[in-house]
């Protein structure tokens, strides 16, 4: 199993990532992270934690491609909606379960390819709840806590 899952791996997944400073390694675990994606069709994005890297990084399946979200960063969000959510360390993203999550957020990160490189973008409806899942990840959060 290369996704870590709870419940057995709670404590592992609860760890705080670190910031990335190696921009190198970073793409090399953005390619990990990628792999893994393309395996699984359900799968819509994951956080290098849920591989048992707590770096903060996650990659994304999104209309417009592939985004690499390394340091991201919610910086403005708007409008609360229900949804429902599953995860990948969850059942293998068969379990779901209903939140409350903001409709729309603006989320900055690095791109990686230069250390001053970074890009915000609007994420909307399904893409911004991933948004938001993914960056509870890199804060120990998982989708079952308040
Ligand atoms: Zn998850």
């Known amino acids: 199993m290369d996704i870590l899952q709870y419940p057995k791996d709670e404590a592992k997944l609860r760890t705080v990532s670190e910031p990335v400073t190696d921009f190198a390694e970073a793409g090399k675990i953005c390619d990990k992270l990628e792999k893994i994606l393309s395996k699984h069709d359900n799968c819509m994005a994951l956080a290098a934690i849920q591989t048992d890297i707590p770096k903060r990084i996650f990659v994304m399946k999104t209309k417009k491609g592939i985004v690499r979200a390394i340091n991201p960063e919610i910086v403005k969000q708007k409008n609360k909606m229900p949804t429902s959510e599953g ?20 989320l900055c990160w690095d791109t990686g390819l230069g250390e001053l490189e970074w890009e915000s973008k609007f994420f909307n409806e399904i893409e911004a709840v991933c948004v938001q899942h993914e960056v509870d990840h890199l804060d120990g959060k998982l989708m079952i806590d308040k």
Do not use: H
Not at 87 to 106: A, T
């Open 87 to 106: 995860c990948m360390s969850f059942d293998m993203g068969k379990k779901f379960i209903s939140k409350v999550r903001y409709q729309g957020v603006r």
